[in-house]
């Protein structure tokens, strides 16, 4: 446990020092922001951008234009950002050698993935939260938000999908000799989940299912139940790729 909470706060001040958590900050915050305002001044924009003699007519902006925006950045830019950010989450000191002399001084190789894996998903759920309560209250301030259902739960199969990234991520970067190897190998996953998305005896259990129908999630006539076999797969997916994680790194020769 020692080893464990030692190189957790080194991996802490390795974020801080290379600002990968300054700048994973800065882009979740602006995502924040832009959400309700893009919203709220595209109707605007368009109307003033228009050729002479053409009227463009567009229904008032709600709090479901909001977080569509909110949804839509998150679940392509800001997850892209994120993968981008930790690729080399384990890759890169595993090609410097770096981890050689901390391990021989006797770290556990579990400690390792799992400190690597607790601050990448502490980091993540920062920024969503950030980027959540920032696009929360400004669309409280904008907009009436009183069709707005199941939101929290939305949210959270957004976060749940990202831990799932950040696990397989991890679960690569173990097998993979750099973080084009990471990225790649988790884009390829991606595309076959999409693919599979496709037949639908499948699509219930697919993990796309949590960022592909977020606004769908936000009516009253919704059922969470209907996403919850995608949840359990996703969670279970996770479980297994940290454990994959774990015991392929500790029997892997650095």
């Known amino acids: 446990m020692k080893g464990y909470i030692a190189f957790l706060k080194k991996e802490w001040l390795e974020q801080l020092r290379t600002y990968r958590l ?11 922001m832009m959400n309700p305002l893009t ?39 800001g997850l892209i950002a994120l993968i981008l950010v930790f690729s ?10 770096t981890l050689i002399n901390i391990l021989t001084k006797g770290l556990s190789r579990n400690a390792v993935i799992m400190a690597k894996f607790t601050s990448a998903a502490f980091i993540w759920t920062i920024c969503l939260a950030l980027c959540f309560v920032t696009t929360y209250g400004y669309t409280e301030y904008l907009f009436q938000q009183n069709d707005i259902y199941h939101l929290w739960f ?9 831990i799932f990234l950040l696990t397989l991520l991890l679960l690569i970067s173990t097998v993979g000799k750099n973080s084009y190897t990471s990225l790649m190998g988790v884009g390829a ?11 639908p005896v499948l699509q219930k259990y ?10 769908g999630m936000l009516v009253s006539e919704y059922q969470i139940a209907d996403a919850m076999a995608a949840v359990g797969v996703t969670a279970g997916l996770s479980i297994v790729f940290l454990g994959g994680a774990v015991m392929i790194f500790r029997k892997k020769r650095i």
């Open 22 to 32: 300054f700048i994973l900050i800065i882009v979740f915050f602006i995502f924040g």
């Open 39 to 77: 919203a709220k001044l595209t109707p605007l924009l368009l109307e003033n951008f228009a050729v002479e003699g053409m009227k463009i007519t567009m229904p008032d902006p709600t709090a479901m234009d909001s977080y569509m925006q909110f949804f839509k950045n998150n679940t392509s830019m």
């Open 88 to 97: 080399g989450i384990l890759s890169s000191e595993l090609s410097k050698g």
């Open 154 to 162: 939305a949210v959270l199969c957004l976060w749940l999908f990202g």
């Open 189 to 199: 996953v991606v595309v076959i989940l999409f693919m599979l998305n496709m037949l």
């Open 206 to 215: 697919n993990p796309i299912l949590l960022i592909s129908n977020n606004v």
